[in-house]
């Protein structure tokens, strides 16, 4: 079954950035769409970032021109750049692959994510 690895998450300072890395054995990442999650306490799943197999991108309105979502399909994986953090960032951020844009329903299991505290 795939296994979806979320890392690069952190305490970081408003204003500041991180870099999300999703992983996953074998080759989906390189042969599906992958979207980014985050989670906040009391509040649900919401996606952040879309990209296509060609690299495409889309972003909620809440990160745009802050977070940019790439990946290397050469070594299957997906990154997330997150600059100009700020607390209202502050969330588990998972990755998942879709089929299409528009799925909501993920190929693959959830995994634990990577915890990202923004301090003000």
């Known amino acids: 079954q795939v296994q979806l690895v979320e890392s690069g998450g952190g305490l970081v300072q408003a204003g500041g950035s991180l870099k999300l890395t999703c992983a996953a054995s074998?080759?989906?990442?390189?042969?599906?769409?992958v979207a980014w999650y985050r989670q906040a306490p009391g509040k649900q799943r919401e996606r952040v970032a879309t990209?296509?197999?060609?690299?495409?991108?889309l972003y909620a309105d809440s990160v745009k021109g802050r977070f940019s979502a790439s990946r290397d399909n050469a070594k299957n994986t997906v990154y997330l750049q997150m600059n100009s953090l700020q607390p209202e960032d502050t969330a588990v951020y998972y990755c998942?692959?879709?089929?299409?844009?528009?799925?909501?329903?993920?190929?693959?299991?959830w995994g634990q994510g990577t915890q990202v505290t923004v301090s003000s």
């Open positions: 998942n692959v879709f089929i299409t844009s528009l799925d909501r329903s993920p190929v693959a299991p």
């Open positions: 074998g080759s989906i990442l390189s042969t599906h769409i």
């Open positions: 990209i296509t197999r060609s690299g495409d991108t």
